[in-house]
């Protein structure tokens, strides 16, 4: 829009707010200030607050990323303990699965590539998933290279495809 356009828009609103009567204008400046206000309290604030908590993720995601890439070396030079126990993984993983009470949920396991063992599970609870695959690293130093996880429906509950191999 022109200037010429938006002057003329303009005083032609000021001429139809001069027509109208006293009781009218008051009126219209009564809903013009309650739709300012609608619009700071009703769309400012909460996006300001938005932005804020958005800002505070960040900083705490950022934060987070340092201390991981200063704590990357230390724990990549960390050897994993061997398994001395001479079983094959396809035994250590069912034994200690067994253990930690993941049994019902153990759904199969076969051989892959590279000594590596492919392991899917239904319907087990997520903190016992986790505790495990960290219980097969620090004892037996079987490390995950990949996982696959989806929730079972239920909460808590998750379907998992995890491929293991000796450290």
């Known amino acids: 829009m022109s200037a010429v356009m938006k ?3 303009v005083m032609r609103l000021v001429e139809r707010f ?3 009567s006293q009781r009218d204008r008051r009126l219209a400046l009564g809903l013009a200030v309650g739709a300012l206000v609608l619009l700071v309290f009703g769309l400012l ?7 804020k908590q958005a800002q505070q993720r960040l900083a705490k995601k950022k934060a987070d990323l340092v201390w991981m890439q200063g704590a990357a070396p230390e724990l990549a030079g960390a050897p994993a303990p061997p398994s001395d126990s001479g079983e094959s993984l396809l035994v250590i993983v069912d034994r200690s699965a067994r253990e ?4 019902g949920a153990l759904a199969g396991s076969e051989p ?6 492919s392991v899917r599970l ?3 609870p997520f903190d016992t998933l986790v505790q495990w695959l960290a219980r097969l690293a620090l004892q037996n130093g079987i490390v995950v290279e990949s996982a696959t996880v989806e929730s079972a429906g239920a909460p808590g509950l998750v379907n998992a495809a995890v491929l293991l191999h000796s450290g």
């Open 100 to 103: 930690s009470g993941l049994a």
């Open 112 to 117: 892959s590539t590279n000594g590596a063992l």
């Open 18 to 20: 001069d027509a109208l």
């Open 7 to 9: 002057n003329d828009l």
């Open 122 to 124: 239904q319907k087990a």
């Open 45 to 51: 604030l909460p996006l300001d607050h938005s932005v």
